[in-house]
């Protein structure tokens, strides 16, 4: 017989296949074969997405002095990684650079020129970091700290060691695109950090250092005159980049590579530049939110300045900036807006932040989560804090906390509904039971990956906190200026949003306006949240929302509510996520009903109002008791405690059920209602 079969397509010797997520199988394949190999688990799979929040992470913590697991979701160990940790308070102390490629613990310092130096900790593991004992620089007992973790992966971020020749040559790397920004240290020799940024003028002759304050430099012998490209990147004959026997190593960060997303064409990098004008104002577009910045003036001395929307960067522009170059704790900016201001698409600022007339290069990293929920725990918390008298009491949250909604339950203790929210500085509240101006106190922080800091002691008792996270097609936050036009505003929602609800920030007297399709009409229909009011009707009020706008139309463009030249406004957007959130609205019938959400389990978070009579914005959650059984609820629109004896919302497999209880407002025969519910 023969050994090969007629035309050649299938063959006596087995075809081959590596497996795994980037496997390859070669040959021709019979089914039964390509059905052994699956259940072998030897198949090649097409890998999931990839999203911002899989390969890079910013993590707030208080040191202890002792042994310290930082459990952040990303894989050092199993992917390569690059932790990046710096004392916030307590100690001028050196920022740290640790990476897989090198060796766990084995350190550089950004702000000083020394060599590598072995301390034996941070500690890699496949979730995170680990903290060993008590170094001020990373861990002594009380002291805070921020680390940053870059994952290795194609379109991101690569690590590269090489050793010196002191010859015109090129170095690989697995960066997959032409890098942005390239930053190299000695590791067996002093030295500085030399930087290749794309943004430079003539860049392939051109470099910053990152140890330094320093103004742009001109050297032909640092990149040889040579762009990097997608494989490699070039070295000149410089000492600092390439002297023959000392080590070094190299980090690349991409520019604009796509790569993320559902369909691998998303850009989560950007290494840009920009001149701010003779003002000193600053606009730049990413195309999305940011989440953490690195930039340097390079037409003169100044410090470079490191940003994260985890310690204070604000859609205002209050900041708390690090300097790579220095051993400074982080500066409190927050009090001159204008430093580093976050939106939809990009950041900008003013004088406060950026001196007139002058250049700088910048490395941006996108906001995440990308990746649209899959369960109402990743977005969604509900929990008490109770005796909250003394300072560093938490609200605790197994999410970060983008919004945070707190109202007192128990008779005697303060019951106004504050709102506080990441983009505009946690301290900073407004109350959605009234008309009040925005305000600030020094109480609530978010400045913590999961859950709500309490600050200072004052005794409030049974505070209800109900914690939002920002995330696809659940929720999103838009900050913005009233400018008396209509017009769109971008959103980051990835879904058209069906209600919203819109608060001026910088005058008292005015309301909470809503609107949304929800209520019949996304253009013309509007809702109080402080009021009890039904829904009211004015043509053109709002513009027709998209999956990436919404805002307001030629029927009141101007109002002062939404939109009245140079307020503050903030506006809080929500979609129905299948199996995390739904919006809608029902009919009341006077008789049980249940309100389909579409959930795997029962709803966890249920707001209702009436929209076609008056009616109080009712909130139930499963942390205070949704049950078959009587359920306490609170009002959104008022400073009246929790109201205990009613059985007006159950539980229900797929959402919710409303009871036939007599006298059951959010169920009232032949009325319009509205609701929010959350998995």
């Known amino acids: 017989m023969s050994n090969r079969y007629k035309g050649g397509i299938i063959s006596a010797t087995p075809p081959t296949t590596t497996g795994g997520d980037t496997g390859t199988a070669s040959g021709a394949w019979t089914l039964e074969q390509q059905m052994q190999a699956q259940a072998a688990g030897n198949w090649p799979i097409q890998p999931p997405p990839l999203y911002i929040e899989n390969v890079f992470q910013t993590w707030l913590y208080t040191g202890n002095g002792a042994t310290q697991t930082i459990t952040n979701g990303i894989n050092i160990t199993g992917k390569g990684a690059l932790v990046w940790i710096k004392a916030r308070s307590g100690y001028a102390g050196y920022h740290i650079l640790t990476d897989t490629a090198r060796g766990a613990g084995l350190n550089i310092s950004s702000n000083v020129d020394i060599a590598q130096y072995n301390d034996g900790q941070p500690t890699f593991n496949s979730n995170g970091f680990n903290l060993l004992n008590n170094n001020p620089d990373y861990n002594a007992s009380g002291n805070t700290y921020v680390s940053w973790t870059f994952r290795e992966q194609a379109k991101f971020f690569d690590i590269v060691t090489y050793t010196g020749d002191n010859s015109n040559r090129t170095i690989a790397h697995n960066l997959g695109s032409a890098p942005g920004c390239i930053i190299i240290k000695s590791l067996s020799a002093i030295g500085p950090w030399p930087v290749y940024h794309r943004g430079l003028t003539s860049a392939a002759t051109s470099y910053l250092n990152l140890d330094q304050t320093s103004s742009r430099n001109v050297a032909a012998t640092y990149w040889n005159s040579t762009a990097p490209t997608s494989t490699v990147f070039s070295l000149g004959t410089s000492k600092d980049v390439n002297r023959s026997g000392t080590t070094y190593v190299a980090y690349l960060f991409a520019h604009n590579a796509g790569g993320f997303g559902p369909t691998e064409t998303d850009n989560v990098i950007t290494c840009g530049s920009f001149t701010s004008d003779g003002s000193g104002n600053v606009s730049v577009d990413l195309g999305w939110e940011p989440q953490w910045i690195l930039t340097k003036r390079t037409n003169?001395?100044?410090?470079?300045?490191?940003?994260?929307?985890?310690?204070?960067?604000?859609?205002?522009?209050?900041?708390?900036?690090?300097?790579?170059?220095?051993?400074?704790?982080?500066?409190?900016?927050?009090?001159?807006?204008?430093?580093?201001?976050?939106?939809?698409?990009?950041?900008?600022?003013?004088?406060?932040?950026?001196?007139?007339?002058?250049?700088?290069?910048?490395?941006?990293?996108?906001?995440?989560?990308?990746?649209?929920?899959?369960?109402?725990?990743?977005?969604?918390?509900?929990?008490?804090?109770?005796?909250?008298?003394?300072?560093?009491?938490?609200?605790?949250?197994?999410?970060?906390?983008?919004?945070?909604?707190?109202?007192?339950?128990?008779?005697?203790?303060?019951?106004?509904?504050?709102?506080?929210?990441?983009?505009?500085?946690?301290?900073?509240?407004?109350?959605?039971?009234?008309?009040?101006?925005?305000?600030?106190?020094?109480?609530?922080?978010?400045?913590?990956?999961?859950?709500?800091?309490?600050?200072?002691?004052?005794?409030?008792?049974?505070?209800?906190?109900?914690?939002?996270?920002?995330?696809?097609?659940?929720?999103?936050?838009?900050?913005?200026?009233?400018?008396?036009?209509?017009?769109?505003?971008?959103?980051?929602?990835?879904?058209?949003?069906?209600?919203?609800?819109?608060?001026?920030?910088?005058?008292?007297?005015?309301?909470?306006?809503?609107?949304?399709?929800?209520?019949?009409?996304?253009?013309?229909?509007?809702?109080?949240?402080?009021?009890?009011?039904?829904?009211?009707?004015?043509?053109?009020?709002?513009?027709?929302?998209?999956?990436?706008?919404?805002?307001?139309?030629?029927?009141?463009?101007?109002?002062?509510?939404?939109?009245?030249?140079?307020?503050?406004?903030?506006?809080?957007?929500?979609?129905?996520?299948?199996?995390?959130?739904?919006?809608?609205?029902?009919?009341?019938?006077?008789?049980?009903?249940?309100v389909n959400c579409g959930f795997a389990a029962g709803a966890r978070f249920v707001m209702i109002k009436a929209t076609s009579t008056t009616g109080d914005w009712y909130v139930w959650d499963s942390t205070r008791g949704i049950v078959a059984g009587n359920d306490p609820y609170l009002e959104m629109n008022t400073a009246d405690p929790e109201v205990t004896g009613t059985d007006w919302v159950d539980t229900a497999a797929t959402g919710f059920e409303l009871s036939n209880a007599g006298g059951n407002l959010a169920n009232s025969n032949g009325v319009s209602y509205i609701f929010l519910a959350i998995a």
């Open 300 to 594: 003169a001395s100044n410090n470079w300045q490191l940003f994260d929307n985890m310690r204070g960067m604000t859609a205002d522009g209050g900041a708390n900036p690090l300097a790579p170059n220095t051993s400074d704790v982080e500066a409190n900016l927050s009090a001159f807006p204008g430093v580093m201001a976050i939106n939809a698409t990009g950041f900008s600022g003013n004088s406060n932040g950026f001196a007139a007339s002058s250049t700088f290069v910048y490395i941006a990293i996108r906001r995440g989560p990308m990746a649209v929920p899959t369960t109402g725990t990743s977005v969604f918390s509900a929990n008490f804090g109770n005796n909250l008298t003394g300072a560093g009491t938490i609200i605790n949250s197994s999410m970060l906390v983008d919004m945070f909604i707190q109202k007192g339950v128990a008779s005697g203790s303060e019951t106004p509904t504050f709102v506080h929210d990441r983009l505009r500085g946690a301290p900073r509240y407004l109350q959605a039971s009234g008309t009040n101006e925005e305000l600030s106190v020094a109480d609530w922080r978010l400045d913590r990956n999961t859950g709500v800091g309490y600050s200072t002691t004052r005794n409030l008792t049974s505070r209800i906190g109900w914690m939002f996270r920002r995330a696809p097609q659940f929720f999103d936050e838009v900050c913005y200026t009233g400018n008396d036009v209509a017009r769109n505003l971008t959103h980051n929602l990835g879904a058209v949003p069906e209600l919203w609800i819109v608060k001026i920030r910088s005058a008292s007297g005015y309301s909470w306006a809503v609107g949304g399709g929800v209520l019949g009409s996304a253009t013309n229909n509007f809702i109080i949240l402080n009021s009890t009011s039904g829904s009211s009707t004015l043509a053109n009020f709002w513009a027709t929302p998209t999956t990436t706008t919404f805002g307001f139309g030629s029927g009141a463009p101007s109002d002062t509510t939404i939109n009245q030249s140079g307020q503050t406004y903030v506006s809080y957007l929500f979609a129905s996520c299948p199996g995390v959130s739904k919006v809608g609205s029902y009919t009341g019938t006077g008789a049980t009903q249940v």
